[in-house]
T-cell receptor, first 115, second 112 residues
């Protein structure tokens, strides 16, 4: 379904370049997340946002920047891409806080290769 | 670091057999969830079990939770080739705010 969309789906970039991955959700969910998925590490949280203009670091935030000026958008920027940032990036959203079970809905992923 | 660890890392079975995947975690939790990921796709929520529940069913899925052992299992009965995917457990730890922490996943292959 098209509730949460990521773009681009596939990107090849060079070391040192700035890259922005876009994420858009149509559910008006409060929470949005960025995860990266790597073999041997599972999914790791990069950044999350509890609401517009509120963002916080996750487990692996170094080298990434996020913003959330509107509830529906949560772009992730790699300021100066490195090869170690080659990964699959997943944007996700959740409608409520912990006491409602906070099920997370994922986008289809953005495959990023840094050469 | 991963809160949840799945076991086995990979599982190969024949269609019609049952598949059991286990998840162990380290700290007390509010709830535990299982997600499925088809190759090249995003994760999809399957089922949530709260810390005060011991067993939950959804179709061919059965999830158990043993908080004393800090473990959960996901059973898929009468598996089908279409069940081939990776399965992840995710925990909402009491000390982790609203964040879910995912395990490394179990890769399930169901052979027709």
């Amino acid at each position: 379904d098209a509730g949460i969309t990521q773009s681009p789906r596939y990107k090849i970039t060079e070391t040192g370049r700035q890259v922005t991955l876009m994420c858009h959700q149509t559910w008006s969910h409060s929470y949005m997340f960025w995860y990266r998925q790597d073999l041997g590490h599972g999914l790791r949280l990069i950044y999350y946002s509890a609401a517009a203009d509120i963002t916080d670091k996750g487990e692996v935030p170094d080298g990434y920047v996020v913003s959330r000026s509107k509830t529906e958008n949560f772009p992730l920027t790699l300021e100066s891409a490195t090869r170690s940032q080659t990964s699959v990036y997943f944007c996700a959203s959740s409608k409520a806080g912990r006491y409602s079970g906070n099920t997370i809905y994922f986008g289809e992923g953005s495959w990023l290769t840094v050469v | 670091s991963q809160q949840g660890e799945e076991d086995p890392q990979a599982l190969s079975i024949q269609e019609g057999e049952n598949a059991t995947m286990n998840c162990s975690y380290k700290t007390s939790i509010n709830n535990l969830q299982w997600y499925r990921q088809n190759s090249g796709r995003g994760l999809v929520h399957l089922i949530l079990i709260r810390s005060n529940e011991r067993e939950k069913h959804s179709g061919r899925l059965r999830v158990t939770l043993d908080t004393s052992k800090k473990s959960s299992s996901l059973l898929i009965t009468a598996s089908r080739a279409a069940d081939t995917a990776s399965y992840f457990c995710a925990t909402d730890a009491n000390n982790a705010g609203n964040m879910l922490t995912f395990g490394g996943g179990t890769r399930l292959m169901v052979k027709p």
